[in-house]
């Protein structure tokens, strides 16, 4: 059965089809996907997708500053860089 959220697809899936079949519904999970599994109709467990997300080029952008000519704030790392 497949009902949808506000914010994305939910699937219920009863024990017994998911005892058999698990690392394909867990395969088949789409990114923004949530599988349940009932048992006669009652929910009993909950899987979402990890959010691993894809590393992209300029995620960071302004988020660190790179100051080249300012050496002051190593002076509390000469010990361990000598």
Do not use: W, Y
């Not at 088949?28 to 990890?50: F, K, Y």
């Not at 894809?54 to 302004?62: A, I, Y």
């Amino acid at each position: 059965m497949m009902k949808t959220t506000d914010s994305h697809p939910v699937r219920m899936v009863e024990l017994d089809v998911a005892q058999a079949s698990l690392s394909e519904l867990i395969a088949g999970l789409g990114q923004d996907e949530e599988l349940i599994i009932v048992r006669n109709s009652t929910p009993l467990a909950r899987i979402l997708p990890s959010k691993k997300s894809k590393p992209q080029f300029g995620n960071c952008k302004g988020l660190l500053t790179i100051v080249d000519d300012d050496d002051e704030h190593l002076k509390d790392f000469e010990i361990q860089m000598s």
